[in-house]
């Protein structure tokens, strides 16, 4: 009797130790996946980041591109303006720089 005893606590060991080897196992399948989901997730994230970085790069690129062509285009109406004053108004300018300017820019 005592060795029947002994024979069904061995199997319930065993059994207890199959079960918890089978939770392990699950464990680490489960692990693996939540690494593997993390992982594909995090590449997404920082593609997405990228796409977005580059996509503000290219808008930032473009209002720049377009402000600069505004500048100089401003830049040379002002220039043809100037370019096209009479030498009367010219001179009478000079005038005034004299009176304004010091000594060493006249």
């Given amino acids: 009797m005592e060795e029947d005893l002994l024979q069904a606590v061995i199997k319930v060991e065993k ?3 199959q079960s918890i080897e089978a939770e392990k196992k699950k464990a680490e399948v489960w692990l693996e996946a939540i690494r593997v ?10 593609q997405q980041l990228l796409d977005d970085h580059d996509q503000s790069l290219e808008e930032t690129c473009q209002i720049t591109r377009h402000k600069a062509e505004k500048d100089i285009s401003e830049v040379n109406q002002m220039a043809a303006y100037l370019q ?3 030498e009367d108004v010219l001179l009478e300018v000079n005038e ?6 010091p000594d060493e820019y006249r």
């Fill in 96 to 101: 005034y720089l004299q009176l304004i300017l």
């Fill in 15 to 17: 059994e207890i130790q």
């Fill in 37 to 46: 989901s993390l992982s594909r997730k995090l590449k997404e994230k920082k």
């Fill in 84 to 86: 096209n004053l009479p």
